[in-house]
């Protein structure tokens, strides 16, 4: 997930890498802060595999700062990872919203239609955080009302992230 947000981060603009963490945060922040101890070894990784540069420019008004590039090999790195994401990608929330927010720079729409099936047929597939053997609870057969809580938000969300992959594919389906 964090070198997939630096990919797509970097494919839009260069950056210097504060405001690469910046952004990183922002998109994923709120479930998983971004720690400087694991951002700087994810660009590393990827500068050594030879996916980014990094290039010094002099300071507005201090040390010379890095600034981060995409090479042509990382560009095409972040589509192919975007056209053949894993599927811890596709089912877990958060992985799912990175690779959302970096669908647009692959251009197939025919490709971006194939990521957007995988995730609607996982949305589909009867589930629920609890479980009467193997039978999914709904959130009408529990008790406390805190899972209920939990079931009644868990089905808002999916009917509307359904109804948006649906309404997607179709447009997609249509240029």
Not at 41 to 48: M, S, V
Not at 114 to 135: C, I, K, N, Q, W
């Amino acid at each position: 997930m964090l070198e997939l947000a630096i990919l797509g981060f970097l494919y839009e603009a260069p950056l210097h890498g504060y405001v690469l963490r910046r952004h990183i945060a922002a998109l994923t922040g709120h479930v998983r802060p971004v720690a400087e101890s694991t951002l700087y070894p994810a660009i590393k990784r990827l500068e050594k595999a030879g996916l980014l540069v990094r290039a010094t420019e002099p300071g507005a008004v201090a040390a010379p700062r890095h600034v981060l590039r995409l090479t042509e090999e990382g560009r095409q790195e972040l589509r192919r990872r975007l056209a053949e994401p894993g599927q811890r990608e596709i089912t877990d929330e958060n992985q799912w919203f990175v690779l959302l927010a970096f669908l647009r720079h692959l251009a197939d729409p025919t490709a971006q239609a194939a990521v957007l099936s995988r995730r609607l047929a996982f949305l589909e597939e009867p589930t629920s955080f609890f479980y009467d053997g193997d039978r999914p609870v709904r959130a009408e057969e529990v008790d406390d009302p805190f899972r209920q809580g939990i079931l009644t938000i868990a089905r808002a969300t999916s009917r509307a992230e359904l109804g948006w992959l649906r309404d997607t594919l179709a447009s997609l389906d249509g240029v």
